[in-house]
């Protein structure tokens, strides 16, 4: 009986600390790694003009020009200014530690600024976010706020966006709005999102809205100072109000998608360093280094003197906004979807970042590329690329990736959207693991099937899938949705050709 009952015991503690070992071994992100999805405000809310709401440019792009693909609106999206109750309720089911959202600047503050600070606020968008954040918080569910994703107050984009100086005041004051409202409940703020896109989109809406600056030279270097100086503002303003009563963190998201050269020489070696600078190094270096990289300085004002111009279109910072900008990352934001091949080309004559950097970018014809959004090509090995880049230009800073995700055309089956995955979160813990890239998180772009951009609704990102034939909005889960919730389950990355349930 004894050696029976000794054997149990021996038995159970051999299961017991064989099972745990295994876990321990088997786990791909530990425990407190974050797993969670992201959408934005114009691409789900959809309540375009209800309760207030003001007037943005995707408002007005949607109305007023023919520059979505398939003529829809964002009028509606997912409706999700009055079904959030419902995409909590999802969220948690799948099981997220965060949702990433962004707060629409123009339904919080209608014409975009706050002459009476939180007095100026629309009461219903107020009460809306609110309400969203409060049911996330209940549910267990970290709420993190990106301030402006893409969609700039009609008023800010008619004085010229980014391009005019003005909305480094009036971004400030907006963000202040929110920190008053939210920031005893929200602890991770991302005051920009994808600030390549941001200027990109400035400089459309320069030429829809034929504001005075169209025709200017360098209007992405001007939109680039301008948002850089919105960001510090913006995180100088936390820390000096708000972070030592909330503890809250405060980042740029930085699109990094990653820029390789297309051969060994040594002219496209350097030309792709060179490009990686112009696209990730002008925003990375004046927050973690200081000011403009010095190759990009060089080149622009070399284009710049070829055009004929007697100054350089990259505006120079004073030192005191160099100091003002340098250090405002909590931790380094990173999107990541893509990437190019680079050789050097010094042919071009002109006004694009290609030009004056003296680059051609392609693509490697090897490469699969997304069925409905053409950017988007597969390179899984790349952003382990990025994420040593970033790891040696920054000096080793925490990451957290706030976007990764595929396009498709809205299939349940979404077999290609669960390999974009699987395939760089592999590659993800290889850069943990192996290069000691220290990644606190990663977000899933998106939680849903929304607005795509000039892309309408042809192109599809959810993990659900939204019908948006019926003015319901029924959401239904894709094969991806089941993917993620199992591996936030396990924390675990499945071998996707071994049927056997568990690799452990
Ligand atoms: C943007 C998202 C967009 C996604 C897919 C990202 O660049 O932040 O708003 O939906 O790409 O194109």
């Given at each position: 009986m004894k050696t029976f009952i000794q054997l149990v015991i021996v038995g159970y503690f051999y299961v017991f600390s064989f099972s745990s070992f295994n876990q321990v071994k088997c786990a791909?992100?530990?425990?407190?790694f974050l797993f969670g999805v992201a959408t934005s405000a114009y691409q789900v809310e959809?309540?375009?003009?209800?309760?207030?709401k003001g007037e943005n440019i995707w408002d007005y792009i949607t109305h007023k020009?023919?520059?979505i693909m398939d003529n829809s609106?964002?009028?509606?999206?997912?409706d999700s200014y009055h079904k959030f109750k419902e995409d909590v309720f999802l969220l948690k089911s799948l099981g997220v530690k965060f949702y990433r959202f962004s707060i629409s600047w123009s339904r919080l503050l209608p014409n975009g600024?706050?002459?009476?600070?939180?007095?100026?606020?629309?009461p219903y968008a107020v009460e809306y976010y609110k309400q969203l954040i409060d049911e996330l918080i209940a549910n267990n569910i970290i709420p993190m706020v990106t301030l402006?994703?893409?969609?700039?107050?009609l008023p800010m984009a008619q004085y010229g966006?980014?391009?005019?100086?003005?909305i480094v005041r009036d971004f400030e004051n907006y963000a202040d709005v929110v920190f008053k409202l939210y920031g005893h409940k929200v602890k991770h703020w991302f005051t920009i999102n994808e600030p390549n896109s941001c200027c990109e989109i400035d400089v459309l809406m320069a030429s829809v809205l034929q504001t005075?600056?169209?025709?200017?030279?360098g209007l992405i270097y001007m939109c680039t100072r301008n948002l850089l100086l919105a960001h510090a503002s913006v995180y100088r303003l936390y820390q000096k109000k708000y972070k030592w009563k909330y503890y809250g963190n405060v980042a740029l998201v930085i699109d990094s998608n990653y820029f390789q050269a297309g051969s060994d020489c040594d002219d496209d070696l350097k030309a792709a360093e060179r490009y990686r600078q112009f696209m990730i190094g002008k925003w990375g270096h004046p927050i973690y280094?200081?000011?403009?990289p010095s190759v990009m300085k060089e080149y622009v004002a070399n284009a710049s003197r070829a055009q004929g111009?007697?100054?350089?279109k990259l505006p120079v910072f004073t030192e005191k906004e160099v100091n003002l900008i340098?250090?405002?990352?909590d931790y380094y934001a990173m999107n990541y979807y893509t990437s190019r091949l680079v050789f050097f080309n010094d042919t071009l004559n002109e006004d694009s970042l290609q030009s004056d950097a003296q680059v051609f970018v392609t693509v490697d014809p090897k490469w699969k590329q997304s069925p409905t959004q053409p950017l988007i090509y597969v390179v899984p090995e790349a952003i382990r690329k990025s994420l040593r880049f970033i790891r040696d230009e920054y000096r080793n800073p925490t990451i957290m990736v706030t976007e990764n995700g595929y396009g498709d055309k809205?299939?349940?089956?979404?077999r290609d959207r669960i390999n974009y995955f699987n395939d760089h979160l592999k590659q993800m813990v290889l850069s943990m693991n192996e290069d000691n890239v220290k990644i606190i998180g990663y977000t899933a772009w998106s939680f849903m099937d929304n607005f795509?951009?000039?892309?309408g609704y042809l192109s599809k990102f959810g993990l659900y899938s939204v019908?948006?034939?019926?003015?319901?909005r029924p959401r239904y889960e894709k094969d991806s949705a089941v993917y993620y919730r199992k591996l936030i389950e396990t924390k675990t990355i499945p071998d996707l050709d071994d049927n056997s349930e568990n690799r452990c």
């Amino acid at each position: 009986m004894k050696t029976f009952i000794q054997l149990v015991i021996v038995g159970y503690f051999y299961v017991f600390s064989f099972s745990s070992f295994n876990q321990v071994k088997c786990a791909d992100f530990d425990e407190n790694f974050l797993f969670g999805v992201a959408t934005s405000a114009y691409q789900v809310e959809g309540g375009w003009n209800e309760d207030g709401k003001g007037e943005n440019i995707w408002d007005y792009i949607t109305h007023k020009t023919n520059l979505i693909m398939d003529n829809s609106t964002g009028d509606i999206a997912c409706d999700s200014y009055h079904k959030f109750k419902e995409d909590v309720f999802l969220l948690k089911s799948l099981g997220v530690k965060f949702y990433r959202f962004s707060i629409s600047w123009s339904r919080l503050l209608p014409n975009g600024t706050a002459p009476n600070g939180i007095w100026s606020a629309n009461p219903y968008a107020v009460e809306y976010y609110k309400q969203l954040i409060d049911e996330l918080i209940a549910n267990n569910i970290i709420p993190m706020v990106t301030l402006y994703h893409f969609d700039m107050p009609l008023p800010m984009a008619q004085y010229g966006g980014f391009q005019n100086e003005r909305i480094v005041r009036d971004f400030e004051n907006y963000a202040d709005v929110v920190f008053k409202l939210y920031g005893h409940k929200v602890k991770h703020w991302f005051t920009i999102n994808e600030p390549n896109s941001c200027c990109e989109i400035d400089v459309l809406m320069a030429s829809v809205l034929q504001t005075e600056y169209v025709g200017n030279h360098g209007l992405i270097y001007m939109c680039t100072r301008n948002l850089l100086l919105a960001h510090a503002s913006v995180y100088r303003l936390y820390q000096k109000k708000y972070k030592w009563k909330y503890y809250g963190n405060v980042a740029l998201v930085i699109d990094s998608n990653y820029f390789q050269a297309g051969s060994d020489c040594d002219d496209d070696l350097k030309a792709a360093e060179r490009y990686r600078q112009f696209m990730i190094g002008k925003w990375g270096h004046p927050i973690y280094i200081g000011d403009f990289p010095s190759v990009m300085k060089e080149y622009v004002a070399n284009a710049s003197r070829a055009q004929g111009l007697t100054t350089s279109k990259l505006p120079v910072f004073t030192e005191k906004e160099v100091n003002l900008i340098r250090g405002t990352n909590d931790y380094y934001a990173m999107n990541y979807y893509t990437s190019r091949l680079v050789f050097f080309n010094d042919t071009l004559n002109e006004d694009s970042l290609q030009s004056d950097a003296q680059v051609f970018v392609t693509v490697d014809p090897k490469w699969k590329q997304s069925p409905t959004q053409p950017l988007i090509y597969v390179v899984p090995e790349a952003i382990r690329k990025s994420l040593r880049f970033i790891r040696d230009e920054y000096r080793n800073p925490t990451i957290m990736v706030t976007e990764n995700g595929y396009g498709d055309k809205g299939e349940f089956d979404d077999r290609d959207r669960i390999n974009y995955f699987n395939d760089h979160l592999k590659q993800m813990v290889l850069s943990m693991n192996e290069d000691n890239v220290k990644i606190i998180g990663y977000t899933a772009w998106s939680f849903m099937d929304n607005f795509e951009w000039t892309n309408g609704y042809l192109s599809k990102f959810g993990l659900y899938s939204v019908d948006f034939n019926s003015s319901a909005r029924p959401r239904y889960e894709k094969d991806s949705a089941v993917y993620y919730r199992k591996l936030i389950e396990t924390k675990t990355i499945p071998d996707l050709d071994d049927n056997s349930e568990n690799r452990c």
